[in-house]
């Protein structure tokens, strides 16, 4: 729906769209299906933050861009808070081993917690976006990731798949998947893909 959709234009509407999520695995093991997007490690820390009472209650007394900006500033906060979390040594489909990062990020749906505006669907394609190189504590991708992608600009390479093994167990490893927050623990790898037999239908409003 758009911003300013109501029941109304949901009752009268004659349209209707397929979104497909994208499905993860852990240990081999089902866990969840993405509908919008998916966040490994210091990201799904600080989104969890906006759970807490005392943060709905500072988000809803404020409004437009005096909200935007208590969001920004507590993202900050929490990242500063938050500074030396790594996750774990890990490899992607089975190339270099990564460390020293804090962020694996997965998007199916153009706006992702209404921060980033990127400029493909992702929800009705074969594929999702998704970068796993992120060091979202250090400017260089504050500013090559972050600042992009809240103007639209395209910041995600495109997969149908991708499997994560890690070098050693996992464990507390922050995950969330829209706006569910889960900690998973002796995790061995994490598989993500897009099966497009899978599929939810929805009705939208008329644009």
């Not at 996750?87 to 749906?109: C, H, M, R, Y």
């Not at 992120?134 to 495109?158: E, K, N, S, W």
């Amino acid at each position: 729906m758009h911003r300013h959709d109501t029941v109304i234009d949901l009752v009268y509407s004659q349209s209707t769209l397929d979104r497909h999520p994208v499905s993860v695995e852990v240990n081999g093991d089902h866990e969840t299906h993405a509908f919008s997007y998916a966040t490994l490690g210091l990201l799904a820390r600080i989104a969890a933050g906006f759970d807490d009472q005392a943060s709905r209650e500072r988000m809803r007394s404020a409004e437009g861009f005096t909200r935007t900006c208590r969001r920004y500033g507590q993202a900050a906060l929490d990242g500063i808070r938050n500074i030396h979390y790594r996750l774990p040594p890990f490899s992607i489909d089975g190339g270099d081993v990564e460390t020293g990062k804090t962020d694996i990020a997965i998007a199916n749906n153009p706006h992702v917690a209404g921060l980033l505006h990127l400029p493909d669907t992702y929800f009705d394609t074969s594929y999702f976006g998704v970068r796993a190189d992120l060091t979202i504590t250090h400017p260089r991708d504050i500013f090559g990731f972050g600042m992009p992608a809240l103007v639209g600009r395209d910041v995600l390479a495109r997969a149908s798949q991708m499997r994560i093994a890690f070098e050693t167990v996992a464990q507390w490893l922050p995950l969330q998947v829209g706006g569910e927050y889960k900690e998973l623990n002796d995790v061995h790898e994490i598989f993500v893909y897009k099966d497009m037999n899978k599929k939810v239908t929805y009705i939208h409003p008329i644009a």
